[in-house]
Structures are given as structure tokens and as C-alpha cells.
């Protein structure tokens, strides 16, 4: 299989000749995508570049790490590449770990990989506390809203993905900016692709992120809450109607007419003075109870809902490792 890599180039002319020189010899091809860059990263990459692998690629307008990912994406699939790794040009993401990335893939045992930098203690010792707080709040919302419950740190970048399962993919509907990791998520539950979390380490360089989690938190809460709800219809209500349906429809609907019931009782008992009778009480808290429980049968039938075979696999037949 022929590997390439893609580098989204946005003011990263300090460090991105490094992370091209790192790269490894088992890539065939190297996309590094200018995305309007106001430092003229592409220009500065095929002045000062000797890699023959290296193709320079350029955004009219500033499109996003994703809109400038997805650029990459498509010249890959054109060219019949087969692996797409994505790493960013500020350094931060070690290119000596690629293989790691790829081995899943070429394996034919996941469809796209991502780095996880909570999964050793050891790991996320150099990471500020705030980062590490506001990546475990994202990350359960993601598990919540894309289904991959195996996964964690799900805005990390350093990702690899076979091409076959990228063409089934609306590349032109991916998120452009900061939702592009967790919208690729998503977008893979739809299709049932294998995700596999890759271990790595948190490297920080003099580069800051643009990533402010106070600012971002609603926009994300919005976006995961629509995302929550296009795959439940999706999975559950017009794909398979299957036995986790039934949990959550009839879980929902108890708890919403036992709530409303008890609240209707609550209120008379309130207005009138007088104490609720052990009957009615039971007859509010029964169905809540019961509808409780059949949420969590219904979480518990997500949870156990992940795709186990690699969609590749169906999609492109195996060829032989090609460096």
C-alpha cells in the first residue's frame, strides 16, 4: 500500500522543513497543504524543500485545518493512494510514530486511527490541567455523540485513515475548523468504520493552540447535541430497528409520562394542602423508575454497538506493502 502524508500549513515555516525531514522513508507521497497562509508557507516549502515526495498544495482562502485536510484527502484519492496521515507542521506531533499509525491499517484490523495521549498516566504528565480537563469533558461528549465509546482525546490530530473508506465519505460536509476531529467521527459511525485509538505522548513546542475551551465549549455542546441526534435517528429509527430502539422509545416515553404526572400531582398537592397519596406517588414514580431503567439498557446497547469489521476490508481488495 502506498502511504502518504498530509501537513496543513498555517504559519508553520519555523518548524515545518523539520517535520518534513523526519518523515520516513515508507511514505511515497507528502502533501503539504498551504491554507492562505499570511507567512506564504507553501512558497517558503518549495523554496527551501529538497524532498522529491513533497507536493505543494494551496487554498485560495482560508478553509480550516479540516478544509485544508479534506484538500489533501481528495488529491490522495485521485492519485490511488492508499493511506492518508495527517500530522500537523508545528511540530508537535513526532513523525517517527507514523508506523504505529499505519500498521492498523495495512493490517486490514481498523479503517482509520487517531492519537491518544490520555492513555498512559506518564503520557499527559507535560499537559496543562485545563487542557487535560477540557479534553476528558470532549472527549465524553464525543463517545456521546459519534458512538465510538472505545476512544478518547477525540480532538487529537495525529490521525490515519484508509482512502477507499474516505471516498464514501461528504468530504465537502466535514467541519472546516475545530470540529473537523470529532465531525470525521461522526461521519465514520455513519458508515460503521473501525476506529482504533494509537497511544502517543503530548509534545508541546513554542507554538500555542488556538483552541480556547471556554470559547468553543457551547459551539461544541450545540454541535455534539445535533450530532446525538442525527445518529440516533440514523442507527436507530430509519437504518435498524433493533432491540436498543425499543429501550429508548419506551424508556422516554415513561419517564416523560411519569415525570409529567408527578409534576401534575406535586403542583394539585401544593395548591390544595394536601399531602399526595401513597398511590399516586407510586403511580409517578413507577414509570420513572422503569423508564430510567430502560435508558440505561439503552445506553448499556450503545455502549456494546461498536462496528468490530474493518469497512476497508470489503471495500479494497488487499494489495502488497509498497514503500
Not at 502518504?4 to 518523515?23: F, M, N, R, S
Not at 479503517?111 to 491518544?116: I, L
Amino acid at each position: 500500500m502506498r502511504i502518504a502524508v498530509a501537513i496543513p500549513c498555517y504559519k508553520v515555516t519555523q518548524h515545518v522543513l523539520g517535520v518534513l525531514a523526519a518523515i520516513g522513508p515508507e511514505v511515497h507521497t507528502i502533501y503539504a497543504v498551504d491554507d492562505a497562509c499570511p507567512d506564504h508557507s507553501g512558497r517558503f516549502i518549495e523554496a527551501h524543500n529538497k524532498d522529491p515526495r513533497v507536493k505543494v498544495l494551496f487554498n485560495s482562502e482560508n478553509r480550516g485545518v479540516g478544509g485544508a485536510i479534506v484538500t489533501a484527502y481528495k488529491a490522495a484519492i485521485a492519485e490511488g493512494l492508499d493511506i492518508v496521515v495527517k500530522i500537523d507542521g508545528d511540530g508537535q506531533m513526532n513523525p517517527a510514530l507514523l508506523p504505529k499509525f499505519t500498521f492498523p491499517l495495512l493490517r486490514g484490523e481498523a479503517d482509520y486511527t487517531k492519537g491518544n495521549r490520555f492513555f498512559r498516566p506518564e503520557s499527559v504528565q507535560g499537559m496543562p490541567p485545563v487542557r487535560l480537563f477540557g479534553n476528558a469533558v470532549l472527549s465524553f461528549m464525543t463517545k456521546l455523540s459519534c458512538g465510538y465509546w472505545n476512544i478518547m482525546d477525540p480532538t487529537n490530530g495525529y490521525t490515519a485513515a484508509r482512502t477507499c473508506v474516505l471516498a464514501e465519505l461528504p468530504l465537502d460536509k466535514l467541519e472546516k475548523r475545530y470540529f473537523f476531529e470529532t465531525d470525521m467521527l461522526f461521519r465514520l459511525n455513519t458508515l460503521r468504520a473501525v476506529v482504533k485509538d494509537i497511544p502517543m505522548d503530548s509534545v508541546y513546542a513554542d507554538e500555542e493552540s488556538n483552541l480556547k475551551i471556554g470559547k468553543v465549549l457551547p459551539e461544541f455542546l450545540k454541535k455534539h447535541a445535533s450530532r446525538l441526534w442525527r445518529r440516533y435517528v440514523y442507527n436507530y429509527l430509519v437504518r435498524d430497528f433493533n432491540v436498543g430502539t425499543l429501550y429508548s422509545l419506551f424508556g422516554g416515553v415513561l419517564l416523560t409520562v411519569g415525570s409529567a404526572f408527578g409534576a401534575m400531582h406535586w403542583l394539585d398537592s401544593a395548591l390544595s394542602n394536601q399531602p399526595a397519596t401513597s398511590g399516586t406517588v407510586m403511580l409517578a414514580a413507577l414509570p420513572v423508575l422503569i423508564g430510567i431503567q430502560f435508558l440505561i439498557a439503552f445506553l448499556h446497547y450503545d455502549v456494546s454497538n461498536l462496528p468490530t469489521e474493518p469497512l476497508s476490508n470489503s471495500l479494497a481488495a488487499p494489495q502488497p506493502y509498497e514503500s
